[in-house]
């Protein structure tokens, strides 16, 4: 069956074309749309940033993303604006532009010929968003254009302006999704429920499953991989649930980290201002979190700040499901305890109660969109003036994410004060060996896991000071 999306409105088929091309490769070489560009092909650089239009309740909501990981069937059913969808109509020889292209113009706001269709995409989405107009909302809805090296200042300047959005009529009508999508031996499945996806998945255990690609994507734009069997779970329903309750915040599998963000915020703000930190929307738009746990990264950012919050994993196959405490998720160096035709379902995370607080830090070279040295996350349960319990778990510091279990021990029943807290710092280093790589050497991240949970406690005791680098 034929793929099916939209692309400034145009209708597009697609029966003949390898599943593993990027929608960015389709862009450039089979429909000549040339307006987005490729600059680093994984994630990083915003040239290539498209925009996904949705219908809501209400209206329509634009999503920006990198069209350099995203494959073509991710996009079936999908409505796709480019960036020679805004601005294209012309009047006397003169180009009528949106207001975001205006501004810019105006303003002298400018990058390289590479940077720049890019830039208007993100921003035109930012426009569009119930984001308010904030320096720091600019500075985030930049973030994923990361180059800086001719005219930023101005472009902030011109994003400044007034906001006026004028809404491109892409969407015309629902389209259908396809359940299969073959080519020349290569198969993309997209199922739509959790029976379906566990009967395939059991039938072709070595396929790879694809969430939102963010980190599988650089194996097909990046290293050119022509992977025979690939498994969506993105359409599937029961994967896309968020569910709240007194006692827990439930994740399934195929939630993005722009959909979980506002639960995040409001449960677990320092978790959410993490989260924030994970690449750039055009990532965050499309990116799982249990994509991430999926990874089983040592740097992945979410993953300390899970097992320091006790949060619990729902597996699936076609043989039922069980559940499995995240810490135990990780057996070694990217290898989970995941068996052949089972998958993430959900992660649960348990609702902090009122003797406990919750704390994440990110160590990066860059604020923005950059991965961790060090990861730092921290849970703490009072009984009074005293520690009940603590959990303490770092990213980057061992081959998987894991606790500090033997300072835990020191300090449960101890008074929470400054010179308990310094004893225990100085030695939580003791209990990992980090390596050095280019990101940061092993003597430095034992130095910031200890002043990490220093300012743990400094955060803690004077909340109204929170030791920020930025002001948020
Ligand atoms: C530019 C850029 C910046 C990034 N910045 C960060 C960052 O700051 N911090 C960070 O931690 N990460 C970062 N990442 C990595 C990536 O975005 C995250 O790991 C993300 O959470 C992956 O989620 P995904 O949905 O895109 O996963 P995918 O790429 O789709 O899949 C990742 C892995 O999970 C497996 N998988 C997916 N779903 C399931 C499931 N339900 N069950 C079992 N296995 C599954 C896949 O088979 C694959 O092995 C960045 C990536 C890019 C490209
Ligand atoms: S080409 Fe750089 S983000 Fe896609
Ligand atoms: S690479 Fe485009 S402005 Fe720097």
């Given at each position: 069956m034929a793929l099916q999306f939209t692309i400034n409105g145009v209708s597009q088929f697609i029966e003949t074309i390898s599943p593993t091309v990027t929608l960015l490769d389709y862009l450039r070489e089979h429909i000549s749309l040339k307006g987005t560009k490729e600059g680093c092909a994984e994630g990083d650089c915003g040239a290539c940033t498209v925009i996904i239009a949705e219908r809501t309740k209400r209206d329509t909501k634009y999503r920006a993303i990198n069209s350099c990981l995203l494959l073509l069937?991710?996009?079936?059913?999908?409505?796709l604006l480019t960036v020679e969808g805004l601005g294209c109509k012309f009047e006397n020889r003169r180009a009528i532009l949106e207001?975001?292209?205006?501004s810019m113009v105006d303003g002298d706001g400018t990058q390289c010929g590479f940077c720049t269709p890019g830039i208007i995409m993100s921003l035109y989405a930012f426009y569009n968003s119930s984001k308010i107009q904030t320096d720091k909302n600019i500075?985030?809805?930049?973030?994923g254009n990361l180059c800086r090296c001719t005219g930023y200042r101005s472009i902030v300047d011109a994003a400044r302006q007034e906001r006026v959005f004028t809404e491109k009529k892409v969407i015309s009508e629902n389209l259908s999704t396809v359940a299969e999508y073959s080519h020349e031996g290569q198969r993309f499945f997209k199922p739509k429920t959790l029976k379906e996806i566990s009967k395939i998945y059991s039938t072709y255990p070595s396929s790879t499953l694809l969430a939102g690609g963010t980190d599988l994507g650089l194996s097909f734009s990046k290293d050119r991989q022509v992977t025979q069997t690939i498994i969506f779970t993105g359409d599937v329903k029961e994967l896309g649930i968020i569910e709240e309750t007194n006692k827990a915040l439930t994740i399934g599998s195929a939630v993005t980290y722009s959909e979980i963000l506002p639960y995040l915020d409001k449960l677990f703000?320092?978790?959410a201002n993490l989260v924030t930190r994970i690449g750039s929307d055009q990532i965050r738009n499309v990116g799982t979190i249990c994509g991430n746990i999926a990874t089983a990264s040592p740097i992945g950012d979410t993953l300390p700040c899970l097992i320091a919050l006790n949060s619990q994993l729902k597996i699936?196959?076609?043989?039922g499901e069980r559940k499995v405490d995240i810490e135990d998720f990780f057996i070694s160096y990217r290898k989970t305890n995941l068996k052949k035709g089972e998958f993430i379902k959900s992660v649960s995370i348990p609702k902090l109660n009122a003797t406990q607080k919750f704390r994440a830090y990110k160590v990066s070279k860059r604020y923005d969109q950059d991965i961790s040295a060090v990861i730092g996350a921290f849970l703490i349960e009072f009984n009074q003036e005293r520690v009940a319990k603590t959990i303490i778990a770092f990213g980057g510091m061992d081959s998987t994410p894991r606790r500090a279990l033997h300072s835990e021990k020191q300090l449960t029943g101890e008074t929470?004060?400054?010179?308990?807290?310094n004893k225990v710092s100085e030695k939580i280093s003791e209990?990992?060996?980090p390596i050095s790589d280019l990101r940061a050497s092993s003597t430095y991240r034992s130095q910031v896991a200890g002043n990490l949970f220093k300012r743990f406690y400094f955060d803690l005791v004077d909340s109204n000071k929170p030791n920020q680098v930025v002001d948020l």
């Amino acid at each position: 069956m034929a793929l099916q999306f939209t692309i400034n409105g145009v209708s597009q088929f697609i029966e003949t074309i390898s599943p593993t091309v990027t929608l960015l490769d389709y862009l450039r070489e089979h429909i000549s749309l040339k307006g987005t560009k490729e600059g680093c092909a994984e994630g990083d650089c915003g040239a290539c940033t498209v925009i996904i239009a949705e219908r809501t309740k209400r209206d329509t909501k634009y999503r920006a993303i990198n069209s350099c990981l995203l494959l073509l069937p991710q996009v079936d059913g999908k409505h796709l604006l480019t960036v020679e969808g805004l601005g294209c109509k012309f009047e006397n020889r003169r180009a009528i532009l949106e207001p975001i292209q205006k501004s810019m113009v105006d303003g002298d706001g400018t990058q390289c010929g590479f940077c720049t269709p890019g830039i208007i995409m993100s921003l035109y989405a930012f426009y569009n968003s119930s984001k308010i107009q904030t320096d720091k909302n600019i500075h985030d809805a930049l973030a994923g254009n990361l180059c800086r090296c001719t005219g930023y200042r101005s472009i902030v300047d011109a994003a400044r302006q007034e906001r006026v959005f004028t809404e491109k009529k892409v969407i015309s009508e629902n389209l259908s999704t396809v359940a299969e999508y073959s080519h020349e031996g290569q198969r993309f499945f997209k199922p739509k429920t959790l029976k379906e996806i566990s009967k395939i998945y059991s039938t072709y255990p070595s396929s790879t499953l694809l969430a939102g690609g963010t980190d599988l994507g650089l194996s097909f734009s990046k290293d050119r991989q022509v992977t025979q069997t690939i498994i969506f779970t993105g359409d599937v329903k029961e994967l896309g649930i968020i569910e709240e309750t007194n006692k827990a915040l439930t994740i399934g599998s195929a939630v993005t980290y722009s959909e979980i963000l506002p639960y995040l915020d409001k449960l677990f703000p320092s978790f959410a201002n993490l989260v924030t930190r994970i690449g750039s929307d055009q990532i965050r738009n499309v990116g799982t979190i249990c994509g991430n746990i999926a990874t089983a990264s040592p740097i992945g950012d979410t993953l300390p700040c899970l097992i320091a919050l006790n949060s619990q994993l729902k597996i699936c196959s076609n043989n039922g499901e069980r559940k499995v405490d995240i810490e135990d998720f990780f057996i070694s160096y990217r290898k989970t305890n995941l068996k052949k035709g089972e998958f993430i379902k959900s992660v649960s995370i348990p609702k902090l109660n009122a003797t406990q607080k919750f704390r994440a830090y990110k160590v990066s070279k860059r604020y923005d969109q950059d991965i961790s040295a060090v990861i730092g996350a921290f849970l703490i349960e009072f009984n009074q003036e005293r520690v009940a319990k603590t959990i303490i778990a770092f990213g980057g510091m061992d081959s998987t994410p894991r606790r500090a279990l033997h300072s835990e021990k020191q300090l449960t029943g101890e008074t929470w004060t400054e010179e308990n807290i310094n004893k225990v710092s100085e030695k939580i280093s003791e209990e990992f060996k980090p390596i050095s790589d280019l990101r940061a050497s092993s003597t430095y991240r034992s130095q910031v896991a200890g002043n990490l949970f220093k300012r743990f406690y400094f955060d803690l005791v004077d909340s109204n000071k929170p030791n920020q680098v930025v002001d948020l």
